[in-house]
T-cell receptor
Framework: NAGVTQTPKFQVLKTGQSMTLQCAQD?????MSWYRQDPGMGLRLIHY???????DQGEVPNGYNVSRSTTEDFPLRLLSAAPSQTSVYFC????????????FGPGTRLTVT | AQSVTQPDIHITVSEGASLELRCNYS??????LFWYVQSPGQGLQLLLK??????LVQGIKGFEAEFKRSQSSFNLRKPSVHWSDAAEYFC??????????????FGKGTRLSVIA
């Protein structure tokens, strides 16, 4: 199993540009989520999904969109990037029936200039 | 809403010394408790978790944590720190009934430095 994969690893955007951060898992996990990590702030939840077709907002959802068309994929879209979205983004998935551990991807470091 | 407090932003310990990282949570019922470690430039890795039962839990890499209901705490310990333990450590809680399909709330993290 590859676990949770994220692409790209690094990205630089100009203010106003759009992009999609990709996240995929091959563990057949129902639950997937996106966090952003900023210095001194820990991890803050952006959006999460409990299954295909079901998404919900977390603590800091503004400026981000998500959709979940398959169990495996949970992309995060920035429609109009802002410097405040400069951060490291982590995707996670977990198994609601088994260990209930959340598995994290390696992260995407995004810089918005 | 539940919250997680890690009072220490940065801790420096000597290699071979013991370590305790503090975590306090704010929630009426006993939450599901986790400790994660993040090495520089890496994702998060689970060290250990507590759901119920024995309040002293063992994890990977020689870490252990003790749940104390009276203090709303879940402190992480290691008897002898190695240089490779230098990393950032996050405490997280899941609200009962935690099924793995609900969000975790993370503390702000404690950065551990290890000196010779």
């Amino acid at each position: 199993n590859a676990g949770v994969t994220q692409t790209p690893k690094f990205q630089v955007l100009k203010t106003g540009q759009s992009m999609t951060l990709q996240c995929a898992q091959d563990m057949n996990h129902e639950y997937m989520s996106w966090y952003r990590q900023d210095p001194g702030m820990g991890l803050r939840l952006i959006h999460y999904s409990v299954g295909a077709g079901i998404t919900d907002q977390g603590e800091v959802p503004n400026g981000y969109n998500v959709s979940r068309s398959t169990t495996e994929d949970f992309p995060l879209r920035l429609l109009s990037a802002a410097p405040s979205q400069t951060s490291v983004y982590f995707c996670a998935s977990s198994d609601g029936q088994g260990s209930r551990e959340q598995y994290f991807g390696p992260g995407t470091r995004l810089t918005v200039t | 809403a539940q919250s997680v407090t890690q009072p220490d932003i940065h801790i420096t310990v000597s290699e071979g010394a013991s370590l305790e990282l503090r975590c306090n949570y704010s929630y009426g019922a006993t939450p599901y408790l986790f400790w994660y470690v993040q090495s520089p430039g890496q994702g998060l890795q689970l060290l250990l978790k507590y759901f119920s039962g024995d309040t002293l839990v063992q994890g990977i890499k020689g870490f252990e944590a003790e749940f104390k209901r009276s203090q709303s705490s879940f402190n992480l310990r290691k008897p002898s720190v190695h240089w490779s333990d230098a990393a950032e450590y996050f405490c997280a809680v899941g609200t009962p009934p935690y099924s793995g399909n609900t969000p975790l709330v993370f503390g702000k993290g404690t950065r551990l430095s290890v000196i010779a």
